[in-house]
């Protein structure tokens, strides 16, 4: 699990909450076993950090089931090809669990558009201070839907531009440059720090995030250390409760 670090906000500005981002890539083979692990299901389903999931834009032969639609995808697809992106994003823990939700599917609709996806949010407390950390997987397809009914291996056939119903769905990350994709994620990390500003605008709060570095921001002081499962795991309460007092004071300063 990524860290999600606290930004402070200065004396005088509007409070910053949490802000973590990130995009992943499932490889073919991989997509039902990851959705099963967002959802709770199987051996993953001691875990009691679920506080919500569900599913949009799936095409009529997956039927209501994400499950269907990602085992299609892990046998269907071309080889050496991404299953699914995993947009994987920290929410305000201001937030209660209705709006929670709420911001999820306003990000699902945002980031995904008309693809498919499915999501699930997470709200495990922290392995210091005990603070939730809600955060939200968000599985999509790269396969654009376009009106023309096909069958799991067709959707996940190469696409023919000139010929669109002989061949699969057209993969949105398909023809672009490095520079394309880098700006595309760039935009990306605006588009869902504006949609969770519009989130906690709507409810009421005051505290904003901001998808920009420290740097950017003209904060001048160094990114919180990620320390770790791991090294957590071996660190006393003594040292735990020493680095969350040294992380409130921290965050505290102007």
Same mark, same amino acid.
């Given at each position: 699990? %990524? !860290?999600?670090f606290v930004y402070a906000s200065r004396k005088g500005e509007t409070p910053m909450a949490s802000f973590h981002y990130s995009i992943k890539s499932g490889k073919k083979g991989t997509a039902r076993r990851h959705s099963a692990y967002i959802d709770r299901e199987g051996a993953h389903s001691t875990r009691d950090d679920l506080i919500h999931s569900s599913h949009g834009n799936l095409p009529a032969w997956a039927g209501d #089931? *994400? !499950?269907q639609f990602w085992s299609m995808a892990d046998r269907h697809e071309r080889s050496n090809a991404a299953a699914y992106r995993e947009h994987e994003i $920290? &929410? *305000?823990?201001?937030?209660s669990k209705d709006q929670l939700i #709420?911001? $999820?599917?306003? &990000? !699902?609709? %945002?980031? !995904? =558009?008309? +693809? *498919?996806y499915q999501y699930a949010i997470h709200a495990p407390a922290g392995s210091i201070g005990g603070i939730e950390n809600p955060h939200v997987h968000l599985m999509c397809s790269d396969r654009v839907p376009d009106g023309i009914e096909r069958t799991p291996n067709r959707t996940f056939a190469r696409y023919n531009s000139k010929n669109p119903a002989s061949g699969g769905c057209r993969k949105d990350s398909g023809g672009r440059s490095p520079l394309d994709l880098r700006q595309q994620v760039s935009a990306r990390r605006k588009l869902v720090a504006d949609t969770q500003n519009q989130m906690l605008a709507d409810c009421g709060y005051a505290t904003r995030v901001d998808h920009r570095s420290l740097r950017d921001? =003209?904060? +001048?002081?160094?990114a919180e250390r990620h320390l770790g499962p791991r090294l957590i795991k071996d660190m006393a309460e003594g040292e735990k409760q020493q680095f969350t007092d040294h992380r409130a004071s921290h965050n505290a300063e102007p």
């Amino acid at each position: 699990m %990524s !860290a999600f670090f606290v930004y402070a906000s200065r004396k005088g500005e509007t409070p910053m909450a949490s802000f973590h981002y990130s995009i992943k890539s499932g490889k073919k083979g991989t997509a039902r076993r990851h959705s099963a692990y967002i959802d709770r299901e199987g051996a993953h389903s001691t875990r009691d950090d679920l506080i919500h999931s569900s599913h949009g834009n799936l095409p009529a032969w997956a039927g209501d #089931e *994400p !499950a269907q639609f990602w085992s299609m995808a892990d046998r269907h697809e071309r080889s050496n090809a991404a299953a699914y992106r995993e947009h994987e994003i $920290a &929410l *305000p823990n201001e937030l209660s669990k209705d709006q929670l939700i #709420e911001l $999820a599917e306003r &990000l !699902a609709r %945002s980031v !995904a =558009g008309e +693809k *498919p996806y499915q999501y699930a949010i997470h709200a495990p407390a922290g392995s210091i201070g005990g603070i939730e950390n809600p955060h939200v997987h968000l599985m999509c397809s790269d396969r654009v839907p376009d009106g023309i009914e096909r069958t799991p291996n067709r959707t996940f056939a190469r696409y023919n531009s000139k010929n669109p119903a002989s061949g699969g769905c057209r993969k949105d990350s398909g023809g672009r440059s490095p520079l394309d994709l880098r700006q595309q994620v760039s935009a990306r990390r605006k588009l869902v720090a504006d949609t969770q500003n519009q989130m906690l605008a709507d409810c009421g709060y005051a505290t904003r995030v901001d998808h920009r570095s420290l740097r950017d921001q =003209g904060i +001048k002081r160094r990114a919180e250390r990620h320390l770790g499962p791991r090294l957590i795991k071996d660190m006393a309460e003594g040292e735990k409760q020493q680095f969350t007092d040294h992380r409130a004071s921290h965050n505290a300063e102007p």
